[in-house]
Nanobody, 124 residues
């Protein structure tokens, strides 16, 4: 059973940066496509971006494109979400997830394993 542990969230001012990490254990990390999702207060969980198994391909939601970068280190079983130029509307609980698909998918229900969630708050 794969377990995901997230770290790196917190409070930041608008325009600032944060990096989230998601460490996997209990499985072969490189077999999975990784995704990041977020759930703003009072809203449904939404796709932020994803990265292919090898790390060679990434895909982002329009709302974060050009500001957020996803990377992974398969030797460390870890995927990262670098968030720059943060805005108050980026405030949410952020989740990492793993999917057995060979392509990045944007649908929440298709992901097999989830992290515990990490609060990111951006103040204006």
């Amino acid at each position: 059973q794969v377990q995901l542990v997230e770290s790196g969230g917190g409070l930041v001012q608008a325009g600032g940066s944060l990096r989230l990490s998601c460490a996997a254990s209990g499985g072969t990390f490189s077999w999975y496509t990784a995704g990041w999702f977020r759930q703003p207060p009072g809203k449904e969980r939404e796709f932020v971006g994803g990265i292919s198994r090898s790390g060679s391909g990434t895909y982002y939601a329009d709302s974060v494109k050009g500001r957020f970068t996803i990377s992974r280190d398969n030797a460390k079983n870890t995927v990262y979400l670098q968030m720059n130029s943060l805005k108050p509307e980026d405030t949410a609980v952020y989740y990492c997830a793993l999917d057995t698909s060979v392509v990045v998918r944007t649908t929440t229900s298709l992901y097999d394993y989830w992290g515990q969630g990490n609060q990111v708050t951006v103040s204006s």
